[in-house]
Every structure is written in C-alpha cells, then in structure tokens.
C-alpha cells in the first residue's frame, strides 16, 4: 500500500494534537483514504523539551532538512507568527506539497498569496482550524454552501473574551477577576491583548470574509473593538434587560461593499448565540437558499484544532485545487446595516434626553440606561453630544417584558 507522508512544523498544543491524532485515527485514515498516513518529521525550536515522538520520525530544528525528505505529500504547520511560517508554506508549496495551516495571524496576512501559488503549483491548502478551532465554518462555507449566495456571517470566534463575558456574569466577577481566572486555565496567555482586544478575532474575521464573500474589506476600515471597556456595571445593566454581552464578529455585503465589525454586541434569548457560553465559539451564516444555519462548538484546544487539521488532511488529499473563495459571486445586495436602518441599542450613560424625533425611546433600564430604537448614525451623534455615553448593539428582537415582569413578580 502507498503512504502518504507528513510533515508537523511546530510540536506544541496543536502539533502534538495533530500527531497523536494521526497515530489513534490511522484506521480510519487508511480506509478514508485508501493510503497509510505516516508522520515523516516533526519541526521543532527547541531541542531541550522531551516529547513523546517515535524514533522512526525525524525530529528537526531545520526545516531545509523536512524540504529535503525522499517524499513529503502534506505539510501540516501548527507555529505561531507570520515568519518565518509564511516562507516555510510557500517552500512547502513550491516543492508541490498540499499544506495545511492552523495560524490565523498568517493566514489573515498571506492566505491569498498561499492559495493563489497553492493553485499554480496544483496543491491545495486546508485552513479549517484558522477560524474557530473545532467547528467546521471553512468547509461548511467552502464546499457545502456553493451555489448559496451568502449574505452574513457572524461569529463568537474568540473563546478567551467569551469566557470572560461568562464569567464576569456568572460569578459576578469584574474584568481583571476573570481574566485571571482564564490565565489560570489556560484559556489567555499571559499578554492577553491579542485576545481581549479583538485582534485574533479580527484575522479570523478576514479569514471568513475572504471565504464567504471573496475579498475583504479595507482593513483600516473594521471598526474592531475588544472587550476591555465591558464593566461589571454593564453586564448588570444588559442582564436587567434580559441580554448578554457577546464579543460578535459581522460581516455583511452591502452595496457591493463589505462592511465587518468585530466589537461586543448584545443578544436576546431568542438569539442563537444567547446561551453560548465559556470557550465555546459559534458561527451563523445567512444565505439566500438554505436561509440561516448555526454552526456551535469548542473553538480552540488539543483535539478540537487537531480533529479540524485531520479533516483538512482528507480534504487536501482527495480534492483539486480549486480556490472557490477567490471567484465566488460578489453580486449580493443585502438590507442589513444600511446607516439609516433603525436597529436596538442599549445606550449607558445618557445625562439627559435628548428630543429627537427619530429616537424610540423603548424602556429605561435605570437612570441613564436605555433601550432605544434609532439609526447608527443617530447613536453615534448622541455619542458625540454626550461624552460618557456608551452604546451597544442588540442582534435580534428586543422582548420588552422584563420590567413588566418583575413588575409582577413584585406584586
Ligand atoms: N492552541 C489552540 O487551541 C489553537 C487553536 C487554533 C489555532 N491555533 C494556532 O495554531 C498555532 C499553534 O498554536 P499552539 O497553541 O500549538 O502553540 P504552542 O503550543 O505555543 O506551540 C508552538 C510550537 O511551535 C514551535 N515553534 C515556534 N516557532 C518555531 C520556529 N520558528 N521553528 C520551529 N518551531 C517553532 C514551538 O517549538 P518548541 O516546542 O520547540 O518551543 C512549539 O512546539 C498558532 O498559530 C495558533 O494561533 C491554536
């Protein structure tokens, strides 16, 4: 029987994932694929940490010696930073290896260009554990949802921030409390920015528009807002109203334009993301056939990454490479955030009321709290008149039934 032979660049979490994988899945490997797959060589930086690595596989600091191997069908990268990962994959390719790569950071960067040479050189690229570890968004969108004309994809794609949220409700826990306490479980590294200032999700947020939509905004142009400015005091006041904070990543086609946002968001029970809580992540994509679908699961850790970069072994083994994300239709007009669409907002804050017609003043949570219904162009001129004000958008329906509620509650 043929083999097909496997590089892992990098034997940390999702490295050591992946290899172990490899060895507990051989069976179904061979059977899916009618090969054996064997791990050829494992890229590593530092000699002096003991791992669990069979004697049969070459274990390198120098990726020139993982070019150079007999045979190498599939490069599987599993490093962090854009260098030198970005030179390593374009090798890789360049040597006619299918690769596959779990760094957002890079593939944010370079996907484009790896994908385009990827295309020339006949090899394809998998990069399903990119974009919300476990769940399976990149195939989802990538070979299921062809002829569907996708109109939104929103996501909890950063489980750190989403345990934090969790947290701060659960436990009534302030911000530096539960980051703590998701350092502790090594859910945060210790620079934490990446995370709860909403960069990671902000290159998985790329990553998906790419795919979805076949280019990305201007990247200046994202309003991208971590979840360092959600207080204690907010959370309580969303919960009053019956909401929760989700950290929310958008992306939506309008006018031939696509406009993302990644910023905290609040949704209601009915939301699909209202009871997705810890590290879980979640992505919901509308589109014009199927209509809308959730997709939930864990988005980050040892075997949920590795299961998505096994899938992806399959996947660049038996499929050509065909870069549907690079000529999918454009051609989708959507009605969803037009700047003059009335949305729901929670506005925290407000020192008087201003008399604006336009401005449905919904139900007053507590002094200076209050749902509203009005344009985001009204909310951002009301922020600009009133300097403490904070604001927040509310995805779905808005019940105003809490105060009435616990008005009965009372009785
Ligand atoms: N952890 C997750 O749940 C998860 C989920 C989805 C995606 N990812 C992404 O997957 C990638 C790996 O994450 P991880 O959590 O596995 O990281 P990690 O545990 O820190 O492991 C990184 C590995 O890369 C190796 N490495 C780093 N720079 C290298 C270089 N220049 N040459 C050779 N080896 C190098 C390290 O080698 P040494 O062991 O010798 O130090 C280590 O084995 C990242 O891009 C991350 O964003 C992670």
């Given at each position: 029987?043929?083999?097909i032979?496997?590089?892992?660049?990098?034997?940390?979490?999702?490295?050591?994932?992946?290899?172990?994988?490899i060895?507990?899945?051989?069976?179904?490997?061979?059977?899916?694929?009618g090969?054996?797959?064997?791990?050829?060589?494992?890229?590593?930086?530092?000699?002096?940490?003991?791992?669990?690595?069979?004697?049969?596989?070459?274990?390198?600091?120098?990726?020139?010696?993982?070019?150079?191997?007999?045979?190498?069908?599939?490069?599987?990268?599993?490093?962090?930073?854009?260098?030198?990962?970005?030179?390593?994959?374009?090798?890789?390719?360049?040597?006619?290896?299918?690769?596959?790569?779990?760094?957002?950071?890079?593939?944010?960067?370079?996907?484009?260009?790896?994908?385009?040479?990827?295309?020339?050189?006949?090899?394809?690229?998998?990069?399903?554990?990119?974009?919300?570890?476990?769940?399976?968004?990149?195939?989802?969108?990538?070979?299921?949802?062809?002829?569907?004309?996708?109109?939104?994809?929103?996501?909890?794609?950063?489980?750190?921030?989403?345990?934090?949220?969790?947290?701060?409700?659960?436990?009534?826990?302030?911000?530096?409390?539960?980051?703590?306490?998701?350092?502790?479980?090594?859910?945060?590294?210790?620079?934490?920015?990446?995370?709860?200032?909403?960069?990671?999700?902000?290159?998985?947020?790329?990553?998906?528009?790419?795919?979805?939509?076949?280019?990305?905004?201007?990247?200046?142009?994202?309003?991208?807002?971590?979840?360092t400015?959600?207080?204690?005091?907010?959370?309580?006041?969303?919960?009053?109203?019956?909401?929760?904070?989700?950290?929310?990543?958008?992306?939506?086609?309008?006018?031939?334009?696509?406009?993302?946002?990644?910023?905290?968001?609040?949704?209601?029970?009915?939301?699909?993301?209202?009871?997705?809580?810890?590290?879980?992540?979640?992505?919901?994509?509308?589109?014009?056939?199927?209509?809308?679908?959730?997709?939930?699961?864990?988005?980050?850790?040892?075997?949920?990454?590795?299961?998505?970069?096994?899938?992806?072994?399959?996947?660049?083994c038996q499929?050509?490479?065909?870069?549907?994300n690079?000529?999918?239709?454009?051609?989708?007009?959507?009605?969803f955030?037009?700047?003059?669409?009335?949305?729901?907002?929670?506005?925290?804050?407000?020192?008087?009321?201003?008399?604006?017609?336009?401005?449905?003043?919904?139900?007053?949570?507590?002094?200076?709290?209050?749902?509203?219904?009005?344009?985001?162009?009204?909310?951002?001129?009301?922020?600009?008149?009133?300097?403490?004000?904070?604001?927040?958008?509310?995805?779905?329906?808005?019940?105003?039934?809490?105060?009435?509620?616990?008005?009965?509650?009372?009785?």
């Amino acid at each position: 029987m043929s083999v097909i032979k496997v590089a892992i660049l990098g034997f940390g979490t999702v490295g050591e994932g992946v290899y172990r994988t490899i060895q507990s899945h051989s069976e179904e490997l061979t059977a899916t694929l009618g090969k054996k797959v064997e791990v050829a060589a494992v890229l590593i930086r530092n000699t002096q940490k003991k791992r669990n690595i069979s004697e049969n596989v070459l274990v390198t600091t120098e990726f020139a010696d993982i070019l150079n191997l007999e045979q190498l069908d599939v490069v599987v990268e599993a490093i962090v930073d854009k260098e030198p990962t970005f030179t390593f994959l374009k090798s890789s390719i360049e040597r006619g290896c299918h690769i596959i790569t779990a760094n957002k950071e890079m593939f944010a960067h370079h996907g484009k260009e790896l994908l385009e040479l990827a295309e020339e050189k006949n090899v394809s690229v998998g990069f399903e554990a990119t974009v919300a570890g476990g769940i399976p968004v990149i195939q989802t969108l990538r070979q299921l949802l062809n002829i569907n004309r996708v109109k939104q994809v929103q996501g909890i794609l950063n489980g750190t921030s989403n345990f934090i949220l969790t947290e701060m409700r659960e436990k009534k826990q302030s911000f530096t409390q539960a980051l703590i306490l998701a350092q502790e479980n090594g859910y945060a590294e210790t620079d934490p920015t990446n995370d709860v200032e909403g960069f990671d999700a902000f290159y998985k947020t790329m990553i998906l528009s790419r795919l979805a939509f076949g280019e990305e905004p201007n990247w200046q142009e994202v309003e991208r807002e971590g979840i360092t400015s959600i207080t204690s005091e907010l959370i309580e006041a969303a919960e009053n109203a019956g909401l929760r904070f989700k950290h929310i990543a958008s992306i939506t086609m309008l006018d031939g334009q696509i406009k993302a946002t990644v910023k905290p968001t609040l949704v209601g029970k009915e939301h699909p993301f209202y009871h997705v809580e810890g590290v879980q992540n979640a992505v919901n994509v509308q589109s014009d056939i199927v209509g809308e679908i959730t997709l939930q699961g864990p988005g980050a850790g040892m075997f949920p990454t590795a299961s998505a970069v096994i899938e992806d072994l399959v996947y660049v083994c038996q499929n050509p490479p065909v870069n549907r994300n690079l000529t999918r239709s454009l051609d989708v007009t959507t009605e969803f955030n037009k700047n003059d669409k009335q949305e729901t907002w929670l506005v925290h804050g407000l020192i008087h009321k201003p008399i604006t017609p336009s401005i449905t003043w919904i139900e007053e949570m507590e002094e200076g709290t209050y749902v509203i219904s009005a344009s985001s162009k009204e909310v951002i001129q009301l922020a600009k008149q009133q300097k403490n004000l904070v604001y927040f958008p509310i995805l779905g329906e808005y019940e105003r039934v809490n105060r009435v509620k616990a008005a009965l509650k009372a009785l």
